[in-house]
């Protein structure tokens, strides 16, 4: 029997999830066929069960739709993570199934391939249509017949809004309309979220998208990513918004931002200086970091071939996103590859040739760099005619555009070097790439969510990361550490909340980002903004319900009272006399106090910002979560002036400079002065003196961030909305 037979998930609707089905068996039995480990195969599968275990439950009588998020890593297998979903739906009551396979043509063929690889039946079990080559066969009528006749039916779409409409067209049938669905949306992030959500319109794919969505009565719309971003930061009012999300980790032989961009990313990480960033791009010369980089592709081909790894060896040049560019560079690359095969075909046909020594130089200083990063490397003359055979494989420079399907023209060879811009950005595979020379960057800010996409480096490659390098600009250098920090911010965000038992639209959406040239996703769709503090924040609004402001007293004072030995005197000249306690948790005091207390709707000083910095005292070493209050003038409370909008005038009483008088006072703002490296809570209790029908104190708070705080503060972002 199946060792995931029968996995049950707690949740509302009981759902039992049989994993022994039809379809799971194949696509394990598949799985196992192209050579994935046992242990591999039953997370895929475990990630499955949890997945769909969140959709609504066919079996069921009522109708409902949810929307899920799957997070993966960028290169990790999330298509085969959402193959087993799709498998394990089919055999738990969903009969059909719809996965937007991308804005490219050439993305949506590789999603439709990997489709009916994986699940290796015939089409009396499952049919794979995709909008591109069998719109004639969707329709109402012939879905239905597939179905009827015991059919599972797959739609591949193009995410363009004419292919998701005529998907969607097909739902106009009451009774098509009733069958439960899933629908995959993969690169989730891209295309399909409103670009227009600021102008308060609808862009054409994203209300397509909708329109899919609510034509059918029981579905659920899974956005799979590896740079959710966008996805978070968009109001949970959304459609779109996911109301549950789930982490798919990857295997344990995969290779990502920290192996690459850790702490050892300066040996696989190598700077291209800034004058020859531009060079690439001119019509004649190349680079010298360019001759680097193929000259360590070409050693590294070699020695995984002297370790018996005859694997698929790849290189990528990734230098703009324009086609004119690519072909410039294609000419270029592959002028240079005909001399280094004559040259290479004259040396391992004997003769000796003064011309290969500007050759054999490149090839050599590329063998001591392997070297000095502790790569164990043979003799070179060991590897020399090896590496001369590589040269003489390789392919010519590859293609990889919107017209050029390099991956079919890629089979040809071992080796392969490829060219490409937009392309390779997203969802596409280059088998054994080894080597990578990415000149590419947006002027200005670029997008967390962009610039990672562009990571095609990273993969499953452990037995040959040694010889991986990437080749970049200093400062994509600089932006792929500071997603390191990012990327491993969100998932611990997202972790935390889920072990919390939070629902996924109520996660903070606070997140690292050190970068000042970094904002996390397109401004059309999502915009963020930093925790920029200043030392003093200071609550503005009074509370005109006497009730609220009792309320608020009452969770307030219940700290002191919780631990009166704690209290502290502080007695200054005339009224001031404060009550203190030192070093409260912070987390302690926000989830039993702050999160509970009510704030005016205008207020700044509020929930939000409160639980901005509950979450980034989570996430940071270098903080402490501790925090002192002070409650200002605890005997003879506060009187002040309301402005119109029942904002309170100068809440602060100041400093009285007399030194020699017995009213000296230093000031409220100065009362953090001895205790200036922590982080200090005000609570003043203040009545109005404008305003006759209005008897009640209410306590005001301010808070003091010392310098230290508000720097590490600055480095995070924060869904635009509240102003801190």
């Not at 962009?450 to 994509?476: H, S």
């Amino acid at each position: 029997m199946n060792k995931f037979m029968d996995v049950k998930i707690p949740q509302t609707n009981n759902w039992i999830i049989n994993t022994d089905g039809f379809f799971c068996r194949q696509v394990i039995r598949q799985m196992l066929k192209d050579g994935m480990p046992q242990e591999a195969t039953e997370e895929i599968i475990q990630n499955g069960v949890r997945i769909l275990s969140q959709c609504p439950n066919p079996a069921l009588q009522t109708t409902g739709t949810k929307t899920g998020i799957v997070i993966g890593k960028v290169q990790s297998g999330k298509t085969s993570n959402f193959i087993s979903t799709l498998s394990l739906a089919f055999d738990n009551g969903y009969n059909l199934a719809i996965v937007l396979g991308g804005n490219k043509k050439n993305l949506t063929r590789q999603n439709s391939f990997r489709i009916q690889q994986a699940f290796n039946m015939p089409a009396d079990k499952l049919v794979v249509l995709t909008t591109e080559a069998n719109s004639a066969l969707i329709t109402t009528e012939q879905i239905n017949d597939f179905i009827l006749n015991g059919r599972k039916v797959i739609i591949v779409g193009l995410k363009h809004p004419k292919h998701i409409n005529d998907i969607a067209n097909i739902f106009e049938d009451t009774i098509l309309s009733e069958i439960p669905t899933v629908i995959i949306d993969d690169e989730g992030d891209q295309a399909t979220l409103n670009t227009k959500v600021y102008q308060s319109l609808m862009s054409s794919t994203y209300e397509s998208v909708i329109r899919l969505k609510t034509s059918i009565n029981t579905n659920c719309f899974l956005s799979v990513t590896a740079t959710p971003q966008a996805n978070i930061l968009i109001e949970t009012c959304d459609m779109l918004s996911p109301d549950f999300g789930e982490l798919v980790y990857p295997g344990q032989n995969y290779c990502g931002l920290l192996e690459f961009h850790g702490q050892e990313q300066d040996i696989f990480c190598k700077v291209i200086p800034e004058a020859e960033s531009a060079s690439i791009a001119a019509p004649i010369g190349i680079p010298e970091s360019l001759y680097k980089a193929l000259g360590d592709f070409f050693i590294g081909g070699a020695i995984r071939k002297y370790r018996g790894d005859n694997n698929p060896h790849s290189m990528l040049i990734h230098p703009s996103q324009t086609v004119a560019i690519q072909k410039i560079v294609k000419q270029k690359i592959d002028a240079l590859l005909d001399q280094w095969k004559e040259k290479a075909r004259m040396q391992l046909n004997n003769v000796n040739d003064v011309a290969y020594l500007s050759l054999k130089k490149v090839l050599f200083e590329a063998y001591k760099r392997f070297s000095a990063d502790g790569v164990k490397v043979p003799a070179f003359n060991d590897i020399e005619l090896l590496c001369l055979k590589t040269i003489v494989d390789c392919s010519p420079t590859l293609l990889c555009n919107s017209s050029e399907n390099a991956s079919e023209n890629a089979k040809y060879w071992n080796t392969n070097i490829y060219v490409g811009g937009n392309m390779v950005e997203r969802g596409i595979t280059l088998k054994g790439l080894a080597v990578t020379y990415i000149t590419r960057r947006a002027r200005g800010n670029s997008n967390v969510d962009n610039t990672e996409q562009r990571a095609r480096w990273f993969g499953y490659k452990k037995q040959f990361l040694d010889v991986c390098r990437v080749w970049m600009p200093d400062q994509i250098k600089q932006d792929f550490s500071a997603i390191l920090e990012h990327d491993d911010d969100l998932w611990s965000t997202i972790i935390r909340s889920q072990n919390a038992g939070l629902e996924f639209k109520n996660i903070p959406r606070i997140f690292k980002l050190s970068s000042s040239v970094l904002q996390l996703t397109r401004r059309n769709v999502a915009r963020s903004e930093r925790l920029n503090m200043s030392e003093w924040k200071i609550q503005k609004y009074f509370l005109l319900d006497s009730q609220q402001s009792i309320k608020n007293s009452e969770l307030i004072d219940s700290i002191r009272k919780l631990q009166p030995h704690k209290v502290i005197h502080k007695q200054y000249n005339g009224d001031n006399l404060h009550r203190f306690v030192a070093n409260v948790n912070y987390h302690w005091l926000f989830d039993n106090v702050l999160s509970k207390l009510y704030y005016d709707s205008n207020e700044s000083l509020n929930l939000t910002f409160f639980t901005a910095i509950n979450e980034v005292l989570h996430n940071s070493d270098e903080l402490k979560p501790a925090i002192d209050l002070l409650w200002v003038r605890d005997i003879k409370h506060e009187t002040r002036a309301l402005s119109e909008d029942n904002s309170v005038k100068q809440l602060f009483q100041g400093r009285n400079p007399n030194l020699d008088s017995l009213t000296f006072y230093p000031g409220d703002r100065s009362m953090a002065d001895d205790r200036i490296d922590n982080m200090q809570l005000q609570i003043h209790y203040v009545r109005p003196t404008n305003r006759d029908n209005i008897n009640h104190y209410c306590p005001m708070i301010a808070l003091y961030i010392p310098q230290k705080y508000a720097e590490i503060f600055s480095q995070y972002v924060t869904r635009m909305g509240g102003r801190f």
